[in-house]
């Protein structure tokens, strides 16, 4: 079956450091593939995508993030984090199976505590 | 511009009561989905919908039924709450062209003792 794994729960970074979360998709092919943000008490939104092309994918707020076909992985980085940055970060994908209705598999999410 | 709103935001049910959560977007948005947020497990599907008077089900659809009479709503039903179905909800909505390019609600917080 499909799924998507975020290996790390929850990870407290310093603001200002780097930092990188980990995703990795279980899928025969190349599923489309994108990063959610979920900010305490609201709902998900929409960070970057990838569907195909560069391998490298710019965000909103600084993000990026990097499709590896080899290690099955599409993690997500940052250089240097701000204290807005703390929320919970959600791997997801999409374009399983036949037709084009949106439907998403999520990650488990991992946990951003970033210290001042 | 409201965006998606979700009503109402927090609800406590006994077991067997019976409820429904409305979703609406002002985007005109073709698509809508209702999803499911429990600890440590993402999000999950529950039932979506690729247009009025249409809808499909996710993956965790048992327990729920969902009605879209009109473009801008999507309503979540359970006919018979259990305590299985405490959860926070959430409701998105796209366009067709831009399936995955979701607009979450604020979510609604569901608890059934």
Known sequence: AQSV?????????SEGASLELRCNYSY?????????????????????????????VQGIKGFEAEFKRSQSSFNLRKPSVHW??????????GGIGSGNTGKLIFGQGTTLQVKP | ???????????????????????????????????????????????????EGTTA????????????????????????AAPSQTSVYFCASSYAGTPYEQYFGPGTRLTVT
């Open chain 1, 84 to 93: 807005s940055d703390a929320a919970e970060y959600f791997c997801a994908v």
């Open chain 2, 1 to 51: 511009n409201a965006g998606v709103t979700q009503t109402p935001k927090f609800r406590v049910l006994k077991t067997g009561q019976s409820m429904t959560l409305l979703c609406a977007q002002d985007m005109n948005h073709e698509y809508m989905y209702w999803y499911r947020q429990d600890p440590g497990m993402g999000l999950r599907l529950i039932h979506y919908s690729v247009g």
């Open chain 1, 28 to 56: 025969g092919a190349t599923p489309y593939l994108f990063w959610y943000v979920q900010s305490p008490g609201q709902g998900l939104q929409l960070l970057l995508k990838y569907f195909s092309g560069d391998t490298l």
């Open chain 2, 57 to 80: 089900k996710g993956e965790v659809p048992d327990g729920y039924n969902v009605s879209r009479l009109k473009k801008q709503n999507f309503l979540l039903g359970l006919e018979s």
């Open chain 1, 5 to 13: 794994t975020q290996p790390d729960i929850h990870i407290t970074v």
